[in-house]
């Protein structure tokens, strides 16, 4: 069993940055590999970024590539999103999430664990 907690979200301006945090309770943490995900008023959940739980490899979505950094550190068991030059479209709540498959820590629906989200409103 798993539980995160996010935090770190909150306003910021269009260009700014934020980091999320993500603290996780449970043995086996450093087993699963862990995620970002978000979710937009009206709009679907989406994948944001991934480690591995090695932290050796990482995903990101396009959208976010070159100003977001997902990173871990298993012996806190905390994993964190550092997000620069935010843009409006930024505007969402931020889910961490744990997955015990590397390969299917993309896919919402595979996901094991959630955390209830932290929100980032990103102004214009």
């Known amino acids: 069993q798993v539980q995160l907690v996010e935090s770190g979200g909150g306003l910021v301006q269009a260009g700014g940055s934020l980091r999320l945090s993500c603290a996780a309770s449970?043995?086996?943490?450093?087993?699963?590999?862990m995620g970002w995900f978000r979710q937009a008023p009206g709009k679907e959940r989406e994948f944001v970024a991934a480690?591995?739980?090695?932290?050796?490899?990482?995903l990101y979505a396009d959208s976010v590539k070159g100003r977001f950094t997902i990173s871990r550190d298993n012996a806190k068991n905390m994993v964190y999103l550092q997000m620069n030059s935010l843009k409006p479209e930024d505007t969402a709540v931020y889910y961490c999430?744990?997955?015990?498959?590397?390969?299917?820590?993309?896919?919402?629906?595979?996901?094991?664990?959630w955390g209830k989200g932290t929100l980032v409103t990103v102004s214009s």
């Open positions: 999430a744990a997955d015990r498959t590397w390969n299917t820590v993309v896919t919402t629906s595979a996901i094991d664990y």
């Open positions: 449970g043995r086996t943490f450093s087993t699963y590999a």
């Open positions: 480690i591995r739980w090695s932290g050796g490899s990482t």
